[in-house]
C-alpha cells in the first residue's frame, strides 16, 4: 500500500490520511525531514489545568486506582461506577501517595488535590461525590497553545487513554 494513500479512521465519517496526521501531530517538526526533535516537540505541549502538573506523570495510576476503588463498591452493577464518594477518593490518594511517595504528594492531602482539580473539585465537594470522568478530563492537554488546531488529536488520544486506563483497572 502506498503510504500516502493510508488513512486512520477517526469515527464512521471521517478518516485522516496517514501523511497528513504527521504533519497534524508533528507539526513544525515534521517538516524538518525524517528525524524529529521529541523532546522539543512535547515541550509544545502544558495541561489546561497548570496545578495538576506535579502528578500529571502519575494520572494513569490515580485513575486507575479510582476505577478499580468504584468497582469495589460491591453494588452489584454490571456497568462500572462512575462516581466515588470523597471518602473513597482519599482512600485512593493515600495508597497512591503510599506507594509513590513525594511523587504523589499532591495526593497526599485530598483537600489539595480537589483545590487543584480546580472546578471539578468544587463540584466535587458541593456533591459529596466526585466523577472519575470529569478527574480524567481534568488532565486534558492544551493543545492549542502548542500551536494548531489538535481537537481531532484530541479526540484519539482521549480514546486511547480511556481504554488503557480502564484496561489498568481491569488488570489487563
Known sequence: MDAT??????????????VRMRRHLLGDESAEGG????MRFLGRFRLRNPALEPIYPL??????????????????DAAPARRLSLARLESACKLLSSHFGEAAA????????LTALGPVGTAARAAGSIEIDAVAAAFEMDYAAAG??????FALQHRL??????GLARGS
Not at 487513554?161 to 480502564?166: I, N, Q, S
Request: proline content about 4%.
Open 148 to 153: 494548531g488546531d489538535r481537537q481531532y488529536v
Open 106 to 113: 499532591l495526593a497526599a492531602d485530598v483537600e489539595a488535590l
Open 59 to 76: 494520572h494513569e495510576c490515580l485513575l486507575a486506582l479510582l476505577h478499580r476503588t468504584a468497582g469495589a463498591s460491591g453494588n452489584g
Open 161 to 166: 487513554a480511556r481504554m488503557h486506563v480502564e
Open 5 to 18: 494513500a493510508a488513512v486512520l479512521p477517526i469515527d464512521s465519517k471521517h478518516s485522516l490520511p496517514l
Open 35 to 38: 528525524a524529529v526533535d521529541y
